[in-house]
């Protein structure tokens, strides 16, 4: 029976490149986490009856292509970091111009911002930040002029106060993160030494 390093390092490339290596850890916790919580929601659905088949099926194929993800991770960790990203973003994107800025969907675009800065560095943090700001200004100046009609209602505050604030949370935090681990990056490469996590 394989103990659970055992496991972990199958999951992940082989070599000793510790950056490629952390790339990949990232991918898995990531694509487990977050299998985990859809998972988690479908059983809290299923608990309190409002479950739909439709909801079910989405979770499966979303798993699915998480167990893909990581198959790609173990010879192309950046590759695997950046579709990761992408669709996360894309089903974020998704959710918030469903429901619009009145419910917490939001907040999710914080999950591939981390990934992109923490895996990818500060440009693809920076990027990631400029997609989820575009989306959410979209999102609240679309419903503003009635572009369309979000199933939470429109507030004003919608564009007054939740644009901005993510706006510039999403920035702030994907600078933050982005200078870490570039900062780390050139201390492991100014002690000419493989970078460590």
């Given amino acids: 029976m394989m103990t659970t390093k055992q496991v972990w390092r199958s999951l992940l490339p082989p070599g000793e490149d510790a950056w490629q290596r952390g790339q990949a850890s990232l991918v898995v916790v990531a694509c487990l986490g977050v299998a ?10 299923l608990v309190s009856g409002d479950l739909e088949w439709e909801t079910a099926v989405a979770s499966l194929v979303f798993t699915l292509l998480l167990v893909g993800l990581l198959a790609v991770n173990r010879r192309r960790p950046s590759l695997a970091l950046w579709l990761l990203v992408s669709l996360l973003l894309l089903l974020i994107t998704l959710d918030v111009s469903s429901y619009g ?4 969907g939001a907040a999710a675009f914080f999950l591939p911002l981390a990934l992109a800065a923490c895996g990818l560095g500060l440009r693809a943090g920076l990027v990631t930040a400029g997609v989820s700001t575009a989306v959410v200004w979209l999102t609240a100046v679309g419903a503003a002029l009635n572009w ?16 901005p604030f993510f706006t510039v949370l999403f920035w702030v935090v994907a600078l933050m993160i982005g200078y870490w681990v570039q900062f780390l990056r050139t201390l492991g490469n100014s002690k000419r030494e493989p970078f460590r996590m």
């Fill in 36 to 45: 985990a919580a859809a998972w988690g929601l479908v059983l809290a659905w």
């Fill in 101 to 104: 800025l009145g419910e917490p």
């Fill in 148 to 163: 369309y009609m979000p199933e939470t209602a429109y507030q004003e505050s919608h564009l007054t106060f939740t644009a």
